[in-house]
């Protein structure tokens, strides 16, 4: 897999955003995008402020109910307002894609500093090693880990962090090398710095502040992963409020109920588009500062 | 002189292909030993798993069958060797041979992918060459389209799609059928998020090629603004987003396992999902070496693609290939 690729694949901008305007400025879509971020962890911490009611409560005569100014986003096939399950459904799939990309940017960061500190033949292994997880593309390392571990929400979590992780590997060796042959670390080399302290003082927290941006932008792709194996059935099982488990519930009412699948997988877009502009725009302020 | 520079460009084919062959050795092993991580002993699973009433002699029937009874290192070498042969073994739960299974499966998953590919690029050439050069508001519009594009999980634009054109609408039928009309949910799905993530590399390289001095000495030569655009800017602006097609080909066949879901449509992605979820393990690894395999393919070509395409005379693109 090319650098390229890697890039594309984990939503960074690759156009190096030379060309945005406005660097100090703080843009309309940066605004929306920080307030949306404020609702859905506030729906995660406490969801109890945006929803009071009980997302369990069941009321069978409301049963598939459309959308109304009573039951926003409508009612489920017990009756249960869908407003009050997608709300209380942040926490478990907020966590769930929190958890994935730690899992993922770890695992993906000690390979890459393991891969550009420890010479040319460890590089060469690790490089040969993660050339062959991306022989298993996308949800197919996923599906494998699946397998053998069985389903379940924790099988799912490290299943997604585990598929990500050669992606963000390949990414911060790249970063290390680049910023190994740069001339502040020449010059520390210069100054006759020993070669421990270069690594841990400026090598190392330079390579390692691009974490921020990738697990920013990666949360949202892993919160779309981890609904995608939920909607499948191999994840989160439908009785819990994860929004990929409610989308695979409403599949079967489809026909007759939409908002079933709706308004919970339209969470995960936002979440997922709201995770790329946070990204993006870390991305720029730290290129700038 | 034209040889040479083929030759050139070609140079490090062999290299790549060594390259394939070790890393589809490299899936096997790792197949092989993962499956062997699965708690439970095989030749129940074989039979119908824990809980079937199994009788001794069944159980050891099976395992001879299925050289369960042998050393781990001697069935990692059959493994290999059946492999190699292209025998991929026989499944546990369909009760049909993996090979020919998988190899009926391959066709509609390839056909699907294909298309995707097709209707991907061409929605991110439209946005590309529409937001470019039409100033801020037009990039802007792009820009956001492509990410919001990016973001649709396949799952949730199919239900909606669904929801829309054969619900509502009636015009597209729910589920995969064998014409045409069947093909087209199914494609745009894959299409629209792929698209997203196209378009934005394409949008940034026709930026890029638009303000370079090639462009401008075309323009100098009295070219209209198409012809630039067309005829001399694409050209570059394509290059990095063919390079992205094995990435991309290897995305769509992850996205197929949910799209052949929703659509009942028969492929490859739903024979790995129905295999991952009665652990049919032979099936699992067959379905997955036929990826991996197509996949290496797929970037060995793209690469040499992008190689015979770009237009400098000697690659300086190498490095993308590393």
């Known amino acids: ?289 | 002189m034209a040889d040479q520079l083929t030759r050139a460009r070609l140079g490090g084919l062999g290299r790549r292909l060594a390259g394939a062959v070790f890393v589809l050795w490299a899936v096997a092993t790792v197949t092989f030993f993962a499956v062997r991580l699965i708690p439970g002993d095989p030749a129940e699973a074989i039979l119908g798993g824990p809980g079937s009433q199994t009788s001794a002699e069944a159980l050891a029937a099976v395992r001879a069958e299925y050289g369960l009874d042998q050393p781990l290192s001697l069935q990692y070498l059959h493994q290999l060797g059946r492999l190699a042969t292209g025998d991929l073994g026989r499944s546990y739960a369909l009760n049909m041979d993996v090979g020919p299974l998988v190899l009926s499966q391959l066709g509609g998953t390839l056909v699907l992918a294909l298309l995707s590919l097709t209707v991907a690029w061409l929605i991110a050439l439209l946005l590309a060459t529409w937001s470019t050069g039409r100033g801020r508001l037009a990039r802007q519009i792009g820009s956001g389209l492509e990410i919001v594009a990016a973001a649709l999980p396949h799952f949730w634009l199919a239900t909606t799609l669904i929801v829309v054109f054969s619900i509502w609408w009636g015009v597209l039928p729910p589920i995969s059928t064998a014409d045409a009309r069947g093909l087209v949910l199914p494609v745009v799905t894959l299409a629209i998020p792929l698209a997203g993530f196209l378009g934005q590399v394409m949008r940034e390289s026709l930026t890029a090629a638009l303000e370079s001095p090639f462009v401008l000495s075309a323009r100098a030569r009295g070219e209209s603004e198409r012809g630039v655009l067309w005829r001399h800017a694409l050209r570059h602006a394509a290059l990095p987003a063919i390079g992205l097609s094995g990435w991309a080909f290897g995305s769509l066949i992850s996205g197929a396992v949910v799209v052949e879901t929703i659509f009942a449509r028969p492929g490859l992605g739903r024979t790995l999902l129905n295999a991952v979820t009665v652990r049919d393990v032979p099936v699992v690894i067959g379905v997955v070496m036929i990826v991996a395999l197509v996949y290496i393919l797929m970037t060995v070509l793209t690469d040499l693609a992008s190689r015979l395409a770009d237009p400098r005379p000697m690659s300086t693109g190498t490095g993308a290939g590393a």
């Open chain 1, 1 to 289: 897999m090319s650098e390229l690729e890697i890039q594309v694949a984990a939503g960074v901008d690759t156009a190096g955003g030379a060309k945005t305007a406005g660097r100090g400025r703080v843009s309309v879509v940066e605004v929306i995008a920080a307030l949306l971020a404020a609702l859905l962890i506030t729906a995660a911490i406490a969801p109890g402020l945006l929803a009071p009611g009980d997302p369990l409560a069941i009321d069978p005569l409301a049963a598939f109910g459309a959308p109304s100014w009573t039951h926003w986003f409508g009612t489920d096939e017990s009756g249960r307002d869908i407003y009050t399950r997608v709300v209380d459904g942040a926490h478990d799939s907020l966590l769930i894609g929190l958890t994935a990309t730690v899992i993922g940017l770890g695992l993906g960061a000690i390979l890459g500093v393991i891969a550009g500190t420890l010479g040319a033949a460890v590089d060469f292994t690790v490089n040969r090693f993660l050339e062959v997880l991306f022989a298993f593309p996308g949800l197919l390392l996923a599906l494998l880990f699946i397998l053998v571990f069985g389903p379940g929400p924790g099988s799912a979590i490290v299943a997604v962090g585990l598929s990500t992780a050669p992606g963000y590997a390949r990414i911060i060796r790249a970063q290390l090398i680049r910023v190994r042959s740069s001339a502040f670390v020449e010059a520390a080399t210069v100054q006759g710095l020993s070669r421990r302290r270069i690594l841990t003082r400026h090598i190392l927290p330079n390579t390692l502040a691009p974490l921020l941006v990738l697990g920013t932008l990666g949360v949202g792709q892993a919160i779309v992963w981890a609904a995608a194996l939920s909607y499948l059935g191999l994840g989160a099982q439908p009785p819990a409020a994860e929004w990929g488990a409610m989308l695979s519930a409403g599949r079967t009412y489809i026909t007759s109920a939409w908002w079933m699948s709706f308004f919970p997988g339209l969470f995960i877009v936002l979440t997922a588009v709201c995770a790329t502009a946070l990204g993006r725009s870390i991305e720029r302020r730290m290129r700038h500062a």
